[in-house]
């Protein structure tokens, strides 16, 4: 499984983005996906994951109901859509997939086994 990760740029504050991870050498529906991000000289943090068949997610605090995760199996793909940006979103957003996980809640990194390289967004005026 190859994960590429799309849609990121530069957005003035209050602004959105949606950003895409796709799937390509196996069949994404399999896999429940995770998004993260990292900011310089930070840790990576969970920022939501979403179920094999999309009706379940889960969301950090963080995002403060401002991020959105859905996929669409039949093109292989799965969506972070971002609203009302913020400067504190600005960093190197990343997905990742595993088989097993169930998305009852917010797994942390060490539980997904494929990778995105990660799109950079930032915020700012």
């Known amino acids: 499984l190859q994960l590429v990760e799309s849609g990121g740029g530069w957005v003035q504050p209050g602004g959105s983005l949606r950003l895409s991870c796709a799937a390509s050498?196996?069949?994404?529906?399999?896999?429940?996906v995770g998004w993260f991000r990292q900011a310089p000289g930070k840790e990576r943090e969970a920022v939501s994951c979403i179920n094999q068949y999309g009706d379940r997610t889960s969301a950090a605090d963080s995002t403060e109901g401002r991020f959105t995760t859905t996929r669409d199996n039949a093109k292989n793909v799965v969506y972070l859509q971002i609203d009302s940006l913020k400067p504190e979103d600005t960093a190197v957003y990343y997905c990742?997939?595993?088989?097993?996980?169930?998305?009852?809640?917010?797994?942390?990194?060490?539980?997904?086994?494929?990778w995105g390289q990660g799109t950079q967004v930032t915020v700012s005026s």
């Open positions: 990742a997939a595993d088989p097993l996980l169930l998305c009852m809640v917010v797994h942390s990194p060490r539980a997904y086994d494929h």
């Open positions: 050498g196996a069949t994404l529906a399999d896999y429940a």
